[in-house]
């Protein structure tokens, strides 16, 4: 069965880095774009954008453009996210999610909690 | 891209009926038949109820159905049940080849 696991919670100081891991098993990774999708305490989802990882295309919502970078590795089938210059703002579970073509996300993985401190 | 429009909260009785909508522009809900509706518990990873608009994935509950009728989309929930109560979300594709989420509905079973 499709299956995506993320990497454990991380605590970040304001100005810094992360970047958050997604491993897929149970499907032929390159077929599917991957989509990466964050909710802040309390809020609704916000999509962030999406990889080809068969052809390294990705597409960034304007929002965290320049500060976001999405990158696959076929070899081990794991899609990574990093969003960095980060602020208490971005504090929020961020999950990757297997898009269908245009249609949908159709699994997702059980989401990784970016804390951001002082 | 604005998010689209959902309202904050609905309600119904346990056999009830609800209808949850979700209003976009003519550059997302209204362009494609691509809206898809997400189902969250407290906790949880959302997951996927209703694609393509009117579309149930496999081992989702017939009593979950979509429609969608210009900028506006719906999710129907019939005879409620306990275990229905959750977030719910919407999607939709855009123009601009991006996705764009409603802002999130909390369905209480009363």
């Known amino acids: 069965q499709v299956q995506l696991v993320q990497s454990r919670g991380e605590v970040k100081k304001s100005g810094a880095s992360v970047k958050v891991s997604c491993k897929a098993s149970g499907y032929t990774f390159v077929n599917y774009k991957m989509t990466w999708v964050r909710q802040a305490p309390g809020q609704g989802l916000e999509w962030m954008g999406w990889i080809s990882p068969g052809t390294v295309k990705t597409d960034y919502a304007q929002k965290f453009q320049g500060r976001v970078t999405m990158t696959t590795d076929t070899a081990t089938n794991t899609a990574q996210m990093e969003l960095r210059s980060l602020t208490f703002d971005d504090t929020a579970v961020y999950y990757c999610?297997?898009?269908?073509?245009?249609?949908?996300?159709?699994?997702w993985g059980q989401g990784t909690l970016v804390t951001v401190s002082s | 891209q604005s998010a689209l429009t959902q309202p904050a909260s609905v309600s119904g009785s346990p056999g009830q009926s609800i209808t949850i909508s979700c209003t976009g522009t003519s550059s997302d809900v209204g362009a494609f038949n691509y809206v898809s509706w997400y189902q969250q518990h407290p906790g949880k990873a959302p997951t996927l109820v209703i694609y393509?608009?009117?579309n149930r994935p496999s081992g989702v509950s017939y009593r979950f159905s979509g429609s969608k009728s210009g900028n506006t989309a719906s999710l129907t929930i019939s005879g409620l049940q306990a275990e229905d109560e959750a977030d719910y979300y919407c999607s939709s594709y855009t123009s601009t080849s991006t996705e764009v989420f409603g802002g999130g509905t909390k369905l209480t079973v009363l």
């Open positions: 999610a297997r898009r269908r073509g245009e249609s949908c996300f159709d699994a």
């Open positions: 393509d608009v009117t």
